[in-house]
């Protein structure tokens, strides 16, 4: 059992960065794959980016490339979404979730989900 909680979003111009970060619990962080998905109002949930157990691996939703950075650290149990030159179309409820070893793109994939935290982006 994993549980996550995220933090660090939050109000923001277009252009700010922002840095959203995800607790995990458990002594076992290392054995998952963690996702970062975000879902706008009145629209589905989508990826935003995946990183592997041991961060060597990453991918990314083409409407981030070059802008977001996923990482992180497993002694801290926390992963990281960087967000930079951020847009409007950047604003909505951003979730982290966690699955058993292999790394997906597909929400239906991941087992543990956080609450989600919000992020605005003004124009």
């Known amino acids: 059992q994993v549980q996550l909680v995220e933090s660090g979003g939050g109000l923001v111009q277009a252009g700010d960065s922002l840095r959203l970060s995800c607790a995990a619990s458990?002594?076992?962080?290392?054995?998952?794959?963690m996702g970062w998905f975000r879902q706008a109002p009145g629209k589905e949930r989508e990826f935003v980016a995946a990183?592997?157990?041991?961060?060597?691996?990453?991918y990314y939703v083409d409407s981030v490339k070059g802008r977001f950075t996923i990482s992180r650290d497993n002694a801290k149990n926390t992963v990281y979404l960087q967000m930079n030159s951020l847009k409007p179309e950047d604003t909505a409820v951003y979730y982290c979730a966690a699955r058993r070893l292999i790394i997906a793109t597909d929400s239906n994939e991941y087992d543990y989900w956080g609450q989600g935290t919000q992020v605005t982006v003004s124009s």
């Open positions: 990183i592997s157990r041991s961060g060597g691996s990453t």
């Open positions: 458990g002594r076992t962080f290392s054995t998952y794959a």
